[in-house]
């Protein structure tokens, strides 16, 4: 299976653009944003947990990252609330669950194999740091590399840039609206800008993205 895998290309997925697909567990359902592979798979989505519902016991083949949407997300190490972000290296192992529901936005088989931090951020250990030079403030989740993981405020009327030379970036719009020369971007939009491209975004409302970038530019040529 192949779905924007080509990651030369800008894409956008806004809210109602792509449907759920059951997974093969009962009441565990995908969008699918990107992905190579079957089950098994390199993979961007998002992912809703209905009440009672649960994954079968798994190891991180190439790791797991995930930030709580909606609800409470569990497994056999802990409760994961709403905002809460999570890194599971390469070789770590749970089985996911959800008591009353959850909705995570979640990203496998992207690690680099040096990258053996085990993370969970809850929102009341985040650290918002200000950043003057764009007026808007942001969280840093996770450093590696070249890659880098934040949770960024816009207000309402300022702007995110991605420089080119960022090596790509994938957004996550949480809260608020975004807009630039191209379109409009509401809360649930998903965007991947190729390693090379830049791009500025404005807030139409106060806005909180998730925002991760560098990480693109070592599956650039793939197709």
């Given at each position: ?6 990651f ?50 798994h ?72 950043d ?50 191209q ?8 965007i ?32």
């Open positions: 299976m192949r779905i924007n895998a080509d030369s290309e800008r894409v956008v997925i806004r809210p109602g653009d792509t449907d759920w697909v059951p997974s093969p567990m009962p009441g565990v359902d995908r969008l699918m944003l990107d992905r190579i592979g079957d089950e098994v798979a390199r993979a961007t989505s998002i992912v809703r947990y209905a009440p009672n519902s649960y994954f079968d016991p190891v991180h083949g190439g790791g797991e990252e995930f930030l709580v949407l909606e609800g409470t997300f569990s497994d056999e190490h802990g409760d994961y609330p709403a905002g809460t972000y999570v890194r599971n290296p390469i070789g770590s192992h749970h089985k996911p669950h959800s008591k009353n529901g959850t909705t995570i936005f979640v990203k496998l088989h992207q690690f680099d194999n040096e990258d053996t931090e085990q993370k969970v951020i809850r929102p009341e250990d985040r650290f918002d740091e200000s003057a030079t764009n007026n808007v403030s942001q969280a840093k989740l996770h450093e590696f590399g070249s890659e880098r993981v934040r949770l960024v405020n816009i207000p309402q009327g300022s702007t995110l840039g991605i420089a080119e030379d960022e090596g790509g970036a994938e957004l996550l719009v949480l809260k608020g609206e975004l807009l630039d020369d379109g409009t971007y509401p809360k649930g939009t998903w991947r800008l190729p390693s090379g491209e830049c791009g500025n975004l404005t807030a139409f409302r106060e806005s909180l993205v998730y925002v991760k970038t560098g990480h693109l530019v070592a599956v650039a040529g793939v197709s």
